[in-house]
């Protein structure tokens, strides 16, 4: 077995449970899609996954109290680290697992979204990063250094008194700016909680992380402090293991799920909403949905959208995401009273609603949105950001090789482009998903109940570390 084909947890003897094992998770990095084979349908032994077993857990002693469960999420750009860790929350809580989750999220908006029973969340003081990579308080006049102080002592007071046994941060081993230092030294030195480190399956260019990631010392917080690394992705389509070189022991940490079949997420509307296409008056036809994430730099792809002269029959609708300027938002309702078949709508609780009903997408590239429109097997043209990261890029790059969707880079957005893609792309169908493993969110309560049973992360051997030393320069190793 090579460094990067790790056990999924071989033991659950401790926190009053035994098990038996289940076989190794074999991760077979290079192998083509193509090998893949397709229409399988169970969610539990699909394609690659085929190994990994469900735990069969047995209580030595009933607990007495439920799991608690955090998701930590930095939230400084865009909606998709606060959605993916609510998503996961409410498979966990839908699941057999008796479970009280608490979300920590950098995001207000998460009041705006399903909270199931068992979940709960605390909103951080917001944090914003520009397009040049730059921190800044998003709403409150306090200096960065003041606001990370503000949000590393929420979070520790937080975590202090929820008490976790595992304790679930999104992206970012540190936090943003670090504000986890104080957090993760207090869970390893004074509790039993364990650690988990959830990554997407796309960082950034591999060289850029790996001088970000020695900057901040990554490799060294994820070896003293984590137990597991889950990465939230299909391994075929990105080895991050291998495209950033984690050190054999990092490596050996990583279990990858698969991908989150976003699907799931029409379970948790609220169907007493009126029907969306129906409010929005359009004439019969079908749908071009043009969504641009959190909409923070989304102004040119929507405006570009608003310009393309659509298909015979077709309407457009625009969804512009909470953060994208006002002034933006205007012109853009401006352009739209022009067109009878061209909408706007500012922000959806829940966009897969109307995505499911789309006959097609333009997009940027965010990991949520991508999956979103590969889970619902739709014909899609992503436009990725490309600054300050290229992780989009990237992602798209890929997908595109592998036939699964059409890429336009930022620079090449004009609305003939636009217009030609959707004239010979509208009224095709696509049969792509099943050459994806989407079965991460059904894996979920296996992997939490492995971490849970799992050994602590021992450091005695290990000289301490001394955070202070490793933290005295603000912005250092940055977030996205």
């Known amino acids: ?5 790790p056990r999924l947890g071989s033991y659950l003897h401790t926190q009053g449970y035994s098990r038996i094992e289940s076989p190794t998770l074999r991760i077979q990095p290079h192998l083509h899609l193509e090998e893949r084979t397709s229409g399988a349908t169970d969610a539990a032994h699909t394609g690659w996954f085929s190994h990994l077993a469900p735990a069969i857990v047995q209580p030595n002693r009933v ?4 799991l608690r469960v955090v998701l930590y999420s930095h939230d400084t750009m865009g909606l998709g680290h606060k959605r993916r860790n609510l998503l996961i929350a409410q498979t966990l809580a839908q699941s057999a697992l008796p479970t009280d989750i608490l979300l920590i999220s950098g995001m207000s908006e998460a009041s ?5 029973d068992g979940v709960d969340y605390v909103a951080l003081p917001a944090l914003h990063k520009g397009t040049n990579g730059e921190y800044q308080s998003r709403r409150l006049d306090l200096s960065l250094q003041h606001i990370v102080n503000l949000r590393a002592n929420i979070i520790r007071a937080t975590v202090e008194s929820f008490q976790p046994d595992v304790f679930i941060v999104d992206n970012v081993p540190r936090g943003a700016i670090r504000e986890l230092d104080l957090t993760l030294e207090y869970l390893h030195t004074q509790t039993d909680t364990r650690c988990v480190l959830g990554l997407r399956d796309v960082l950034d260019d591999p060289i850029k992380v790996q001088h970000e990631w020695q900057q901040a010392a990554n490799e060294e917080i994820i070896r003293r402090y984590y137990d597991a690394v889950w990465i939230y992705g299909d391994p075929r389509i990105s080895d991050l293991v291998e495209d950033c070189k984690f050190s054999p022991d990092i490596a050996a940490k990583v279990q990858y799920t698969g991908c989150f079949d976003q699907r799931k997420r029409l379970e948790f509307v609220d169907n007493s909403d009126v029907d969306l296409l129906a409010r929005l008056n359009l004439p019969p036809g ?3 949905l043009c969504m641009v994430g959190g909409g923070q730099d989304g102004d040119k792809l929507a ?7 659509l ?3 077709t309407n457009g609708v625009i969804l512009t995401g909470p953060f994208m300027p006002l002034s933006v938002r205007q012109h853009l309702h401006e352009m739209a009273a022009k067109h009878p078949r061209l909408r706007v709508l500012e922000f959806l609780a829940e966009p897969t609603q109307l995505l499911n009903r789309a006959d097609c997408v333009i997009t940027m590239g965010g990991y949520n949105t991508t999956y979103e429109v590969l889970s619902f097997d739709k014909p899609a043209l992503i436009v990725p950001r490309v600054k300050p990261r290229r992780e989009q890029l990237i992602r798209a790059k890929r997908l595109q090789d592998l036939g699964l969707i059409d890429m336009l880079h930022p620079d090449d957005v004009t609305p003939t482009a636009l217009s030609e893609w959707l004239s010979r792309t509208i009224g095709t169908s696509t049969h792509r998903r099943d050459r994806i ?5 059904a894996r979920l309560p296996h992997f939490l109940e492995s971490v849970v049973a799992s050994p602590i992360v021992s450091m005695a051997n290990a000289p301490v570390m001394s955070l202070m030393d490793k933290t005295d320069q603000i912005g250092a190793g940055l977030v996205s």
């Open 1 to 5: 077995m090579s460094a990067h084909q």
């Open 311 to 313: 298909p015979p029959d």
């Open 63 to 66: 607990r007495t109290r439920k």
């Open 112 to 116: 705006n979204l399903h909270i199931p």
């Open 286 to 288: 079908r749908l071009a």
């Open 437 to 441: 493993d989407f079965h991460g969110l």
């Open 303 to 309: 405006e570009t959208f608003a310009q393309v002269s």
